[in-house]
């Protein structure tokens, strides 16, 4: 299994101010995926993103909402702009498990705006 | 289209007694099934997974979950409830080749001493 690692792990933010939140994996990945956890919720698939190509975002999220960054095939990064108290919520990077769509996950950011 | 339904958002368990978690799917094609743990603070732990293989799936911590195509079920067990399995459980659904996992909205399990 990949080793991933998320920062920041939580965060207190302003509404209307922006957030960058980074996930490095301990080996190299095709695919990342982000995810968004809201209070007492299950997980949304927000975005899956490859490296070299633009992000594929999921029905409901845009890009100038929660753009993301793949420089390699070990890190990404997913920016949620523009904050509102109803972004509060735990993003979660994943990784692609290489084999039978297994995923393996980070620990997750947890947001609040305020 | 695909898509579980955990039955129960919250289930209490007496330490030692049998862990049930509930699990059924929907799905046009053939399923891979996952559960996975996410315990207070942390991310998600994968437990075990259904890839057409076995239906009887064996995972970590003790537990295992059985495929059973003609009820569209994936109920998780465990014979005997620890303290340290209380946590939220999530059932997730994908097909081959497939990149989105699809989440349950999970159970929150207690073990009561």
């Known amino acids: 299994s990949a080793v991933i690692s998320q920062k920041p792990s939580r965060d207190i933010c302003q509404r209307g101010t922006s957030l960058t939140i980074q996930c490095q994996v301990d080996?190299?990945?095709?695919?990342m995926f982000w995810y968004r956890q809201q209070p007492g919720q299950s997980l949304t698939l927000i975005a899956t993103?490859?490296?070299?190509?633009?992000?594929?975002?999921e029905s409901g999220f845009v890009i100038d909402k929660f753009p993301i960054s793949r420089p390699n095939l070990t890190f990404s990064t997913l920016t949620v702009s523009n904050m509102s108290p109803e972004d509060s919520s735990i993003y979660l990077c994943?990784?692609?498990?290489?084999?039978?769509?297994?995923?393996?996950f980070g620990a997750g950011t947890r947001l609040s705006v305020l | 289209a695909q898509s579980v339904t955990q039955l129960g958002s919250h289930v209490s368990v007496s330490e030692g007694a049998l862990v049930l978690l509930r699990c059924n799917y929907s799905?046009?094609?053939?399923?891979?099934l996952f559960w996975y743990v996410q315990y207070p603070n942390q991310g998600l732990q994968l437990l075990l997974k259904?890839?057409?293989?076995?239906?009887l799936v064996k995972g970590i911590n003790g537990f295992e979950a059985e495929f059973k195509k003609s009820e569209t079920s994936f109920h998780l067990t465990k014979p005997s409830a620890h303290m340290s399995d209380a946590a939220e459980y999530f059932c997730?659904?994908?097909?081959?080749?497939?990149?989105?996992?699809?989440f349950g909205t999970g159970t929150r399990l207690t073990v009561i001493p």
């Open positions: 997730a659904v994908t097909q081959p080749g497939a990149n989105n996992l699809f």
């Open positions: 993103a490859n490296q070299g190509s633009e992000a594929t975002y």
């Open positions: 799905s046009s094609v053939p399923p891979y």
């Open positions: 259904y890839t057409s293989a076995a239906t």
């Open positions: 080996s190299q990945v095709t695919m």
């Open positions: 994943s990784v692609d498990g290489g084999t039978k769509n297994i995923q393996y």
